[in-house]
């Protein structure tokens, strides 16, 4: 099931800190605490046998409160790198309150990590020192496999402009390969691939490398679909249909689209590789579907790396809205997954890249959104990105089948609309009701 909010207002957890790196092993079974007393006020507990001091710390009260005798925190020895773990899900066995049990462990370093686990007892706050290790046990994921690779011959030759990769942990997973391939002479040469992460977790397929004098252009056998047809296929309670468009578009007729039965529209700001480039038709598209009495949001469309340089170009996209209401959805859109590997990251690293986009347009007044398709939905995007914001989700089927929330269904990139001149993405959004 899934809840779903109004469009017109679409839109951390803090981490607790770590202790010095250490040799990961594989175990990942829970303990239970062992607890002693010393000066009234000291109790010791640990989720693994090692010989740093691990104590109770109490809070100053307004009355004196000793901690308790038999407190029981029972926990996970070893968690995963680069998961999101909340002290709920990290403490299986306790017998007091934790004071926040949605806090998030430190995840993100190998080795033995000392948390102070804040509790409630007796009407008083005290921490619990415990600790667990990190480990990284997860295989790189293969994001693009190289299927129907064709190579023009009398190139260079590099497999990584084929496949693409991405490691939960490692910004740098090694490829090789075994195999012969010569770049100068039309032929197909199979290849063994291997991606191996630092921690030694590896995945490994076969490609095919198709050496050919020119290669072949992809046929277009996409069927398009008239916006009519769209909205009768989908009508419903609580819906209401949108289209998102850029320069791709170019102008763009809001009278026209808005008498189609197009209530609101997403409209790309700019987008960003080495440097930010404006959607040369955005203003006039803010403009123009603004009058037309259509409801805006807006997307951005990036390959940010960085926390800082995300939260800078949050900023800009703010600039770019000059004045307009507060409250006025942005998305992320990140597409960039067929070379992944090329980014110099993990999918630790563009949950956190994430994480930053939506806290900045937040702290602007305005609300954030996820714009993703259904594969990467389920395989790079954390469950905390997910639920972070409304998802905007891209899945171009009669039907979706994905099993997770979203507010946006982004249903086909072939549609064709009165006042758009060739193809337009088109969206459906759900309100106030809840879908299977």
């Given at each position: 099931?899934?809840?779903?909010?109004?469009?017109?207002?679409?839109?951390?957890?803090?981490?607790?800190?770590?202790?010095?790196?250490?040799?990961?092993?594989?175990?990942?079974?829970?303990?239970?605490?062992?607890?002693?007393?010393?000066?009234?006020?000291?109790?010791?507990t640990?989720?693994?046998?090692?010989?740093?001091?691990?104590?109770?710390?109490?809070?100053?009260?307004?009355?004196?409160?000793?901690?308790?005798?038999?407190?029981?925190?029972?926990?996970?020895?070893?968690?995963?790198?680069?998961?999101?773990?909340?002290?709920?899900?990290?403490i299986?066995?306790?017998?007091?309150e934790?004071?926040?049990?949605?806090?998030l462990?430190?995840?993100?370093?190998?080795?033995?990590?000392?948390?102070?686990?804040?509790?409630?007892?007796?009407?008083?706050?005290?921490?619990?020192?415990l600790?667990?290790?990190?480990?990284d046990?997860?295989?790189?994921y293969?994001?693009?496999?190289?299927?129907?690779?064709?190579?023009?011959?009398?190139?260079e030759?590099?497999?990584?402009?084929?496949?693409?990769?991405?490691?939960?942990?490692?910004?740098?997973?090694?490829?090789?390969?075994?195999?012969?391939?010569?770049?100068?002479?039309?032929?197909?040469?199979?290849?063994?691939?291997?991606?191996?992460?630092?921690?030694?977790?590896?995945s490994?397929?076969?490609?095919?490398?198709?050496?050919?004098?020119e290669?072949?252009?992809?046929?277009?056998?996409?069927?398009?679909?008239?916006?009519?047809?769209?909205?009768?296929?989908?009508?419903?309670?609580?819906?209401?249909?949108?289209?998102?468009?850029s320069?791709?578009?170019?102008?763009v007729?809001?009278?026209?689209?808005?008498?189609?039965?197009?209530?609101?529209?997403?409209?790309?700001?700019?987008?960003?590789?080495?440097?930010?480039?404006?959607?040369?038709?955005?203003q006039?598209?803010?403009?123009?579907?603004?009058a037309?009495?259509?409801?805006?949001?807006?997307?951005?469309?990036?390959t940010?790396?960085?926390?800082?340089?995300?939260r800078?170009?949050?900023?800009?996209?703010?600039?770019?809205?000059?004045?307009?209401?507060?409250?006025?959805?942005?998305?992320?859109?990140?597409?960039?997954?067929?070379?992944?590997?090329?980014?110099?990251?993990?999918?630790r690293?563009?949950?956190?890249?994430?994480?930053?986009?939506?806290d900045e347009?937040?702290?602007?007044?305005?609300?954030?959104?996820?714009?993703?398709?259904?594969?990467?939905?389920?395989?790079i995007?954390?469950?905390?990105?997910?639920?972070?914001?409304?998802?905007?989700?891209?899945?171009?089927?009669?039907?979706?089948?994905y099993?997770?929330?979203?507010?946006?269904?982004?249903?086909?990139?072939?549609?064709?609309?009165?006042?758009?001149d060739?193809?337009?993405?088109?969206?459906?959004?759900?309100?106030?009701?809840?879908?299977?």
């Open positions: 099931m899934k809840y779903i909010c109004i469009f017109t207002v679409l839109f951390s957890a803090f981490l607790l800190s770590g202790c010095a790196d250490q040799p990961s092993d594989s175990s990942n079974s829970g303990s239970e605490a062992v607890t002693t007393t010393a000066a009234e006020t000291a109790v010791t640990t989720c693994i046998t090692t010989t740093a001091p691990v104590t109770t710390t109490v809070v100053t009260t307004t009355r004196k409160v000793d901690p308790p005798t038999d407190l029981l925190m029972r926990c996970l020895d070893t968690v995963e790198a680069g998961a999101d773990i909340t002290l709920d899900e990290f299986t066995e306790r017998n007091v934790l004071k926040d049990g949605t806090a462990l430190d995840t993100s370093n190998l080795g033995y990590i000392d948390v102070e686990v804040p509790y409630l007892y007796d009407g008083a706050e005290f921490t619990q020192k600790q667990y290790r990190v480990l046990t997860t295989e790189p293969i994001i693009n496999p190289g299927l129907n690779s064709y190579h023009k011959a009398g190139t030759f590099d497999l990584n402009q084929y496949i693409g990769y991405a490691d939960n942990f490692d910004r740098h997973p090694a490829l090789t390969y075994e195999g012969e391939i010569d770049p100068e002479t039309v032929g197909s040469y199979p290849l063994a691939v291997t991606v191996t992460d630092s921690s030694g977790n590896y490994a397929w076969e490609v095919t490398i198709q050496v050919v004098e290669v072949p252009k992809a046929v277009d056998t996409n069927p398009r679909v008239n916006y009519s047809d769209f909205i009768s296929r989908y009508d419903g309670d609580n819906v209401r249909f949108g289209i998102d468009v320069a791709w578009q170019e102008d007729d809001y009278k026209a689209v808005r008498d189609a039965g197009c209530s609101f529209v997403i409209i790309r700001v700019g987008y960003y590789y080495s440097k930010i480039v404006p959607d040369e038709y955005f006039k598209n803010l403009k123009n579907a603004a037309a009495g259509l409801d805006v949001g807006v997307y951005f469309y990036t940010d790396r960085t926390i800082d340089g995300v800078e170009h949050v900023r800009w996209i703010a600039d770019q809205l000059k004045g307009q209401k507060s409250g006025m959805t942005i998305a992320f859109d990140w597409e960039e997954f067929s070379h992944f590997q090329q980014y110099g990251m993990s999918i690293d563009l949950n956190d890249v994430y994480a930053a986009f939506a347009v937040t702290k602007l007044g305005h609300k954030p959104m996820l714009y993703s398709s259904k594969i990467f939905l389920n395989t995007w954390s469950e905390k990105s997910k639920n972070t914001a409304p998802v905007w989700l891209a899945h171009y089927v009669d039907e979706t089948n099993a997770g929330e979203y507010e946006i269904w982004q249903a086909s990139a072939y549609g064709r609309i009165p006042g758009v060739g193809d337009v993405d088109m969206d459906i959004q759900y309100l106030n009701q809840q879908t299977e």
